[in-house]
């Protein structure tokens, strides 16, 4: 079982909803990832936290903004989507260290679906 | 820039048999580390085995074992007696090491390999 829990599993929303996608893990990671992965492709790195602050931010548009209150807890805000953001939504943390080949390890994933 | 390239898009294998999952890599880097991933149906990523570019011997977890040849820069993932609950997508990973100037944050996946098991 993973490690790095995810919820919800589905979310279904309007373009001008707000809604939340949630990521907890308890290995003690200090970096956290939001992945987005469209169907028969592989995920695409959006954001990466280390220490709680956020590190990368790969160009994602404003309507998606992460929060993370604290080393454990990873949050995804949507806002005004569009359908085109319908995805698979995974979540992953792994050792923080300046050596490489720190493993990534991933949730479950939330399927999100914008109508 | 680093690629990663899984030549087999789908792959079939007999319940009981072993398979071999093609990854070839492009780095100019001297440190990184390959990763594969198994993703079923329900969309979980599972990890599956890592090779430091530094380590001498494959890697083998379980009935995962990866062929790393180095000069040749693949690392083929090997499954060895194959089980239904085998059948998913397989996705090989590359990321670099800070010491390297690289980011160890960044994953660059294959498009992958969607492996079917027969009974």
């Known amino acids: 079982d993973t490690e790095v829990t995810q919820t919800p599993k589905h979310l279904v929303m309007g373009m001008t909803n707000k809604k939340s996608l949630k990521c907890e893990q308890h290995m003690g990671h200090r970096a956290m990832y939001w992945y987005k992965q469209k169907a028969k492709k592989p995920p695409e790195l959006m954001f990466v936290?280390?220490?709680?602050?956020?590190?990368i931010n790969e160009s994602v548009p404003s309507r998606f903004s992460p929060e993370c209150p604290n080393s454990s807890l990873l949050n995804l805000h949507l806002h005004a989507l569009q359908p085109e953001d319908s995805a698979l939504y995974l979540c992953?943390?792994?050792?923080?260290?300046?050596?490489?080949?720190?493993?990534?390890?991933f949730g479950e994933g939330s399927w999100l679906t914008v109508v | 820039a680093q690629k990663i390239t899984q030549t087999q898009p789908g792959m079939f294998v007999q319940e009981k048999e072993a398979v071999t999952l093609d990854c070839t890599y492009d780095t100019s880097d001297q440190s990184y580390g390959l990763f594969w991933y198994k993703q079923p149906s329900s969309g979980e990523m599972i990890f599956l085995i890592y090779q430091g570019s530094y380590d001498e011997q494959n890697a083998t977890e379980g009935r995962y074992s990866l062929n790393f040849q180095k000069a040749r820069k693949s690392a083929n993932l090997v499954i060895s007696a194959s089980q239904l609950g085998d059948s998913a997508m397989y996705f090989c990973a590359m990321s670099l090491s800070r010491n390297s100037g690289g980011s160890n944050y960044k994953l660059t996946f294959g498009k992958g390999t969607l492996l079917t098991v027969n009974p």
């Open positions: 992953a943390s792994s050792q923080e260290g300046r050596g490489g080949g720190n493993t990534i390890y």
């Open positions: 936290y280390s220490y709680e602050k956020l590190s």
